[in-house]
């Protein structure tokens, strides 16, 4: 998971309707990681679909140190994974 490896991992916005209705959970979101450490792609791939938009939203601000692979620049895919909580 690569919550642990983010150098910056904003939360997300609980959303008002899932706060209405007093949902709870968690959401994955799968990210690419370009080789800076930014965040350039990011989709949903379980949880709550009321969380969907408020954790990609908060996947595409998180950074990363720079991706390497055998020392050499690398884009990296990776998963973030956000506990919304009423």
Same mark, same amino acid.
């Given at each position: +998971?690569?919550?642990?490896?983010?150098?910056?991992?904003?939360?997300? =916005?609980?959303?008002?309707?899932?706060?209405?209705?007093? @949902?709870?959970?968690? /959401?994955?979101? @799968?990210? %690419? /990681?370009? =080789?800076?450490?930014?965040? /350039?792609?990011?989709?949903? /791939?379980?949880?709550?679909?009321?969380?969907?938009?408020?954790?990609?939203?908060?996947?595409?601000?998180?950074?990363?140190?720079? +991706?390497? @692979?055998?020392? =050499?620049?690398?884009? +990296? %895919?990776?998963? @973030?994974?956000y506990n919304f909580t009423?």
């Amino acid at each position: +998971m690569a919550n642990a490896r983010a150098t910056s991992h904003p939360k997300p =916005e609980y959303p008002e309707a899932a706060r209405a209705a007093k @949902l709870s959970g968690a /959401i994955s979101v @799968l990210i %690419l /990681i370009d =080789e800076s450490g930014k965040v /350039i792609s990011a989709a949903s /791939i379980s949880g709550h679909p009321e969380f969907a938009k408020p954790g990609v939203t908060a996947a595409c601000s998180a950074r990363f140190p720079p +991706m390497t @692979l055998q020392s =050499e620049p690398a884009k +990296m %895919l990776g998963a @973030l994974t956000y506990n919304f909580t009423p």
